[in-house]
Each structure stands twice: as C-alpha cells, then as structure tokens.
C-alpha cells in the first residue's frame, strides 16, 4: 500500500498576496579574502568515483484547495409559507418574518453561513482573479504602428521587348494567383518582335509565369470570373474579346468577331452579376458599351452609345477608358471618359435616350479610374490628369473631396476593400500613394518610389493586404501592406459616414449660394439692358464690339498715363521745396 502525506493550507493563512517590483543591485555583504588561510589550502588532483545508488530525494507539492463547478440554473418561485400565513397579505408575512428572525436556529444558521461568505470575500479581495493586466495593450500597439509598405516580389515580363502592363487581375479563391495583361499603348510603337502573350502568375513564384494567355491581339484588360476561378476575360487591342478557361490550356475558348466587336482597344470589361455566371460587359474609346455572353460572343447582347445628347450617334460619342459596376446595384454602371466626364446609367430603362441619367465633370484629362467605395455605395472615387476625387451620387457639380495637384499624372487608384477610409493612387513618376482621410486630406499618409518607370494599372487583394502595380517596362510588383492599412479600425464606418455626410452638406450649401449669385447677375443684367433702351449686346456687331472694346482699352491707358505724370509732377515739386530749404539752412537767412 502506498502511503502518500498531504499537507494543506488554508489560502487565508498565507497572508496578503506579494507583489515583486524591480529595484537596482545592492551589496549586502562584502567578505575580503583572509592571506592567513593560504597555507591550509590543499590542491587535490581530479578523481572519480563509482556509486551504484543516488542519494535519496523527497518530492512534495504545495497548493489550494481546487473545486469543481457544475454549471446548472434554477427556477425560483416563492414558497414555504405555512399554510395559515397567506403570502399575498403583507401583515401576514411580516408577522412571521419577525417570529422566525427571532427563533434560535435562525440565527445559528446565519452565523455560520456568514463565516463562510467572510472567507469567500476575503479570498477574492486577496488576489483577482478575473483582473486584465493586459486589456489596452493590443489597441496601443496598433495606435503607435507607422504606416508602411514592402516589397515581396516582381513579376518581369519574360519577353525581351518589354511591354506595359495594362491590366492586372487577382484569382478570387485566396488571391494565390495574379493575372496580368500586357499592351503596348503608344501610338504607332508596336514592332513586329512585340510578343502578343499575356501571363497567369502565382505569387510564390516570381520567376517563370504559372500558364500563359495567347490571344490574337494584345491584351489590353482582363478580369477573372468571380463564381468561377478557372474562367477568364479580356479585351483586346484590336476591339476584341476573348474568354479563356485555364483547364483548357492558353488558346481562348471563344473570340468574338471583329465585325461586332469595338473599334478602338477595349480598355475595361467586368463580370456581371447573373444567374448564370457568363455575362459581362465592356468599354472602349470608340464611345461603345457592349454587353457580352461569353457562352456566344458571336454578337453583343445589348449596346449603348455613350452620347450626352441621347440620340445615339456613334460620331458623337464620347471614348470611354474606364467601366464601375456594383453588384448591390445590379440595374446601375457608370463610365469615365476621355474628356473627364463621368456618366451614370441605368441598363434597365425603357429607351435608349433614358439609359444615361446624369453626368459629373471636374477633370481636365481622361479618368482613367473608377470606383465606388465598398461601404459606402453612393460615393465613388475618379482618378484624373493630377488629382483623385471622391464624388457623391447627390452633388452632379462637383466633387465633395479632392487632392491637391500631385507633379505627376495620376494612372490609376481604387478603394481598400477592408478600410473605408483608405485608397490607393499611382503616378507616372513610379510612386505609390495611400490615402488615409480620416488621418488626413492634403497629403498621403505613405508614399512609396516603388519602380524608376511610370506606374500604369493597380490592384488590391480582396483582404486588403497585397497590392499589385503593373509598370511602363513590363514589371508588376508585389507589396504588401502594414497591418494598419488593411484592418478596420475602431469607429471607421461612422467616422467616414459622417464625414461623407459633412461634405455633401457643403457642396450643396456652396452650390445653393453660387446659384443664388447667379441669378442676381442675370437680372442685373437685364435690369441694364433694359435701362439701355431694350438694346442686347447681342445686336453689335463683331466690328462694333471690337472698336468699343479697343476705345475701351485706350482709356484705360490714357487714365493710367495721365496718373502717372501727375505722381512725377508731384514728386519733382516736393524735391525742389526741399532743396530750397536746405539751400537757406546754409546761408542762414530766410526764403523771400
């Protein structure tokens, strides 16, 4: 039989808990060395010694008493009133209360019940066993983290006349794989060496591309299917389009025909939101949207002219370079166009003339980037010539919130898929930006030289922390963002919503005011023409209105002339006074 002694401890009995705290070394004793004990010391060459039983060890634990709980409810109801006390009548029961108060095991019991609940706070107020030491540690931690950005990888094009790359897709399952398309975009550059391939890469290896498009004309964008990660669809140079799927090798599945196709490069084409998963639609400078099945791209679906007069006319038609879609608004789309305009449409309007809704121009080049922001559906961000502008659906006049004029032209830009706030830009001086503006507004928080080449397409990982940007020479480079950058923040949405909300308000205040100011020229002017006898400025003729604006200019001319001599005339009398005193001074009389 095994005899095992146990030796316990109440936990009250070891007194208050300790609490340890650094403090600096300090000599508590100091024992020099005794010269006269040198003679006793006796120098013993090594030896060894065999034993065949170690010494023995006892081996004992200390620790509390351990209790185990059992999780379990109750369903209380009031009851053990004798049945002559009725618990409805207050008298009845306050009666009773008072006779048992006063019974002797009454109280017995609760001074027992009250050492033990002693013992108990006593306990809890010894240690704490549910404290946090540690609770804000986390949030300082993210609070204090600069924004920053490496570099993983660069994908090269492995072609030895290099190409931009236009177009850069991510694979929806994971974003294990980037699909890149290359172009050459300059006029009258193409030579007969340029490679008309385009590249599937995976992220883990840069050095040779994962499976290769072969289209039969340059790619100029393409995007993966996001219900179906095998299938792909791209845009071509020549107008084009192409649908690939990568279990059936590089060759395009299907081509649409060049009759029906576009007839400038089709710079953007996006998935649908279907049923079926087939449908898509595209954009290109010949002012065209084409909507496509790619189960038979032998014609489009449907078509829309981009024309602001809303007759159709194809040689009115306005180039687009760049297509949104959201899939929350499935009836919606809008387009950005070469001359900086951005139209809003709806498919699903009866008549042509009624599918473009409004427009919104403030750019002086082409927008080369559209987006809606993943939370906040209404505002979209366009990017174009030197700046980036977020708009809301509300103002048509201008933008609610814009950057200031960067030294460089803006390519490309799209929102973080994970933070509202946060939206990335590229420049043709090889920068990156990341706009925080709920940090701040006038400038990026990070600015990153990523490549000596301009930088012409980006996009971000569905989690927020990859970004691809595709260059000039054919190199798309990997970075990967720092953890503040691609987590949501606390109170981001509200933030941002009421900034959004702020910044409407304005617009429309600033708006109202200019329209108000406005209208008071224009009866102004009216009110003076009127006083001119009813004549408009509009009965001269070009002879008239050029000889009174030259009569104009010509006293104007006279008038600053004719001032100028009096300021001289003016100034030589004050010299000549002064000289004739100073002259005076010296011979000590006084002037006549």
Request: glycine share 6%; with cysteine; net charge negative.
């Amino acid at each position: 039989m095994e005899i095992v002694h146990v030796y316990t401890k109440l936990r009250g009995e070891f007194g208050r808990q300790c609490l340890f705290s650094d403090r600096p070394a300090e000599l508590l004793v100091d024992v020099p060395p005794d010269p006269s004990l040198t003679p006793l010391f006796i120098q013993k060459n090594p030896r060894d010694q065999a034993l065949q039983a170690g010494q023995d060890m006892s081996e004992h634990t200390v620790n509390t008493e351990r209790f185990e709980y059992d999780s379990c409810g109750i369903n209380h109801v009031e009851g053990g009133w004798p049945k002559d006390v009725n618990p409805q009548e207050m008298e009845q029961t306050i009666r009773f209360r008072k006779k048992v108060e006063k019974d002797e095991s009454y109280v017995n019991s609760v001074l027992q019940l009250g050492s033990v609940m002693e013992h108990c706070i006593r306990q809890n107020n010894a240690v704490d066993i549910y404290q946090e030491y540690f609770e804000d540690e986390d949030e300082l931690e993210d609070n204090q983290e600069p924004p920053s950005a490496k570099t993983i990888s660069v994908f090269r094009d492995p072609n030895e006349v290099k190409r931009t790359v236009t177009g850069l897709s991510w694979h929806p399952d994971g974003g294990r794989k980037l699909a890149a398309a290359y172009s050459c975009l300059e006029f009258q550059k193409t030579s007969k060496d340029l490679s008309l391939d385009s590249y599937i890469w995976d992220i883990e290896n840069p050095n040779r591309p994962e499976m290769s498009l072969k289209p039969v004309s340059p790619l100029v964008c393409l995007d993966y299917n996001p219900k179906d990660s095998h299938t792909l669809v791209g845009g071509s140079y020549n107008g084009q389009i192409a649908y690939w799927d990568t279990r059936r090798g590089s060759q395009p599945v299907e081509t649409s025909s060049v009759e029906m196709s576009h007839r400038d490069p089709v710079y953007k084409i996006i998935w649908l939101q279907s049923k079926t998963g087939t449908d898509a639609f595209s954009t290109s400078t010949d002012g065209q949207v084409l909507w496509w099945d790619v189960r038979r791209l032998t014609e489009p679906t449907e078509r829309l002219v981009v024309d602001l007069s809303r007759d159709g006319n194809l040689d009115r038609a306005l180039g687009a370079v760049s297509l949104e879609f959201e899939s929350t608004m499935p009836t919606k789309f809008m387009v950005g166009t070469e001359q900086g305009v951005v139209v809003s449409c709806n498919r699903k309007a009866k008549t042509p003339a009624e599918k473009i809704v409004s427009t919104y121009d403030g750019h002086h080049g082409p927008v080369y980037a559209l987006q809606r922001n993943p939370f906040f559906p209404k505002n979209f961000l366009t990017v174009g010539d030197w700046t980036a502008r977020i708009w809301s659906e509300d103002i048509k006049e201008s933008s609610i919130m814009w950057t200031k004029y960067q030294m460089s032209y803006l390519m490309d830009a799209c929102w973080s898929p994970v933070r509202p706030s946060v939206f990335f830009t590229v420049k043709m001086d090889g920068v990156l930006d990341v706009w925080d503006i709920l940090f701040k507004q006038n400038d990026p928080t990070l600015s990153l030289k990523v490549c000596d080449e301009a930088l012409y397409s980006l996009r971000l990982q569905d989690n927020g922390r990859l970004v691809a940007c595709g260059s000039q020479q054919g190199g798309a480079t990997l970075l990967e963002v720092c953890g503040g950058l691609s987590t949501l923040q606390r109170n981001e949405k509200s933030l941002l919503a009421a900034m959004f909300e702020r910044e409407t308000k304005r617009e429309k205040i600033l708006e109202a005011r200019q329209r108000e100011i406005r209208l008071k020229e224009r009866s102004r002017s009216e009110q003076s023409r009127e006083d001119d006898g009813g004549r408009e400025d509009g009965d001269d003729s070009p002879d008239q209105l050029i000889a009174r604006a030259e009569d104009e200019f010509y006293a104007i001319t006279e008038a600053e002339l004719r001032r100028r001599r009096d300021r001289e005339e003016l100034k030589n009398r004050e010299k000549d006074v002064c000289e004739e005193k100073e002259v005076t001074e010296e011979r000590g009389g006084t002037s006549p």
